[in-house]
């Protein structure tokens, strides 16, 4: 146990040494936004979060350039957006989960109709509508889960039976996770997991059929810090498609030297 604990850690200030930098989260952004032009429904997108995106900010849902999506690991990251212009657009804006990448457009942002005409004043939305593509300001903000734990739905995996899948949902807070460990319930062995794409992650070797559970690094900027499920997250006899709660939430927001971008600008 401490030999991998201690690689991880190794691996985390690598991770951290990359990323910090780049990282100012919480700086506000200018860019441009789009709509999705035919009716996409929210689960539709390269995070895999299907069906289940409708529960997140209130079915409100984006596409990210991808210096947004960072490769997956910003799926499920929570934004507020609003539109520049003032005579059409709320100052509040709307706020909107990252559940899928928009590749090759210069559109910072798509997002799904119902989050673009949230942006509108009222009686505004069919103006914002005919624009079509607007000015946007916006930031990443933390994302709240009153109704739901940190989860993991069980996937479906193509190395075999005894190795697992999981994908991450709910995930609250302004952090990252970095790493995802698995272990038999009382043993001290875990198990690395290799993130697959976006929320995804799966074991490289087999794991026992017991009761498992799980640890997790996340980022809180500069800080990295481990996470523990308190209890067996899944039964021995878990089952692909069932999600299972994990027992905590994070609230964590990343604290991050991000001045003078993180100047309180967003009024
Ligand atoms: C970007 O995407 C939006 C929405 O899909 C589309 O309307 C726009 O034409 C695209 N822009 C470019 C440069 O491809
Ligand atoms: C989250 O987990 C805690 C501890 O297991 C539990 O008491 C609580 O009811 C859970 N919250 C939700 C919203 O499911």
Sequence with gaps: MEASKSASFFLLCFFLLFFSASACDRCVR???AAHFSYSASPSVGTCGYGSMALEFTGGHVAAGSPAIYRDGLGCGACFQVRCKNTRVCRSAGVKVTLTDLN???STGLVLNKGA???MAK???AQELMRRGIVDVEYKRIPCEYSRHNLSIRVEETKKGSNHLAIKLLYQGGQT?????DVAQVDSPIWHAMDRDYGPVWST???VPARSLYFRMVITGGYDGKWLWTPKAVLPADWT????YDMGIQIADTAQEDCYPCDSGEWK
């Design 176 to 180: 990252d996770i970095l790493g995802v």
């Design 103 to 105: 590749k090759g457009n």
């Design 122 to 124: 009222n009686g505004k």
């Design 204 to 206: 490289i070797g087999r």
């Design 30 to 32: 200018h860019s441009k």
């Design 116 to 118: 673009f005409v949230s």
């Design 240 to 243: 692909i498609g069932s999600v």
